[in-house]
């Protein structure tokens, strides 16, 4: 219920190789406390028992190796059949989100940001009072995300096409940060956290 929320909450979203990240941690050289909500769900996999029991059930023992997420394997099998990933979504989030809040009310600043990935993509942007969408040009994201994750141009192309346009993300937004240059894109967080701070 919005009028019982004790924030202002601002999402931060953008496709894969972004740089949503490196944006979030900008905000938080401003002061503000950021929710890293897909890192959160990742640490969650290999941490709650619940979540690992159910994602053997769904996926079978191959979900993990020596007990850690075996991420590759998920990835491999949602591309194969896209329904497993709702179904994922649906032990995972639930979780992510008991967790948000519980951190949310430990914070004291006058705004909070939430990085999540699908904000769009999963119709989620009545939760935020405002939504920042991160966008880069996708040559330098296909880059970015095969150098950080050692995966195959192929495999990320098909990643950004599951994905939401900019274009889509745009429209929908409250504000946008280009991430082509990283000063330029720290200026541009500069901006909407002085026009966030003026409206609060």
Aim: net charge positive; no cysteine.
């Amino acid at each position: 219920m919005k009028e019982l929320q004790k924030h202002i909450i601002v999402g931060i979203t953008g496709g894969i190789g972004s740089g949503k990240t490196t944006i979030s941690k900008y905000f938080e050289g401003f002061g503000i406390p950021v929710y890293y909500a897909d890192l959160e769900a990742k640490a969650l996999m290999n941490r709650s028992k619940v979540i690992k029991r159910k994602l053997i059930a769904l996926f079978g023992d191959d979900a993990y190796i020596n007990n850690t997420l075996n991420r590759d394997y998920l990835r491999s099998q949602i591309f194969k059949e896209k329904k497993l990933l709702s179904k994922m979504n649906a032990i995972v989030h639930p979780k992510v989100g008991a967790h948000y809040k519980r951190w949310a009310k430990k914070q004291n600043a006058p705004y909070i940001l939430k990085e999540v990935a699908i904000i769009f993509e999963n119709n989620l942007q009545s939760q935020y009072d405002y939504i920042i969408t991160v966008i880069a040009d996708k040559e330098e994201r296909v880059k970015r995300v095969m150098q950080r994750d050692n995966s195959s141009r192929d495999s990320v192309k098909a990643i950004i096409r599951n994905q939401f346009s900019d274009q889509e993300k745009i429209k929908k937004s409250d504000f946008v940060i280009e991430n082509n240059d990283l000063e330029a894109a720290k200026l541009q967080a500069q901006i909407i956290h002085n026009n966030l701070i003026s409206n609060i």
